[in-house]
Nanobody, 119 residues
Framework: QVQVVESGGGLVQPGGSLRLSCAASGNIITIYAMGWYRQAPGKQRELVATITRGTGTTYTDSVKGRFTISRDSAKNTVYLQMNSLKPEDTAVYYC?????????????WGQGTQVTVSS
């Protein structure tokens, strides 16, 4: 069994910053990749950023230069530092982990954390 829990969302003014955290726990042998996705009202869930076991990163174009994904492998935790936030960044942010557990491989989602950018 593998669990993924996000934290760090909230309300911030345009131009502000937030840092999201996502911790994976359970019977984990290795984490292949972790990523952040977001879903705004009335829109499909979209990829925001991913980071692999080798710390390779990808970002969607709209967040490049503003968001930074990083990981602490010892803690099975990934972070999303979000700077220069815009109203269009408002969404529920979900963490995803591609994990090899003791029984099988998991593609596990967290419950989501709300990020609201508004003045």
């Amino acid at each position: 069994q593998v669990q993924v829990v996000e934290s760090g969302g909230g309300l911030v003014q345009p131009g502000g910053s937030l840092r999201l955290s996502c911790a994976a726990s359970g019977n984990i042998i290795t984490i292949y990749a972790m990523g952040w996705y977001r879903q705004a009202p009335g829109k499909q869930r979209e990829l925001v950023a991913t980071i692999t076991r080798g710390t390779g990163t990808t970002y969607t174009d709209s967040v490049k230069g503003r968001f930074t994904i990083s990981r602490d492998s010892a803690k099975n935790t990934v972070y999303l530092q979000m700077n220069s936030l815009k109203p269009e960044d408002t969404a529920v942010y979900y963490c995803n982990a591609d994990v090899l557990g003791t029984l099988r491989r998991y593609n596990q989602w967290g419950q989501g954390t709300q990020v609201t950018v508004s003045s």
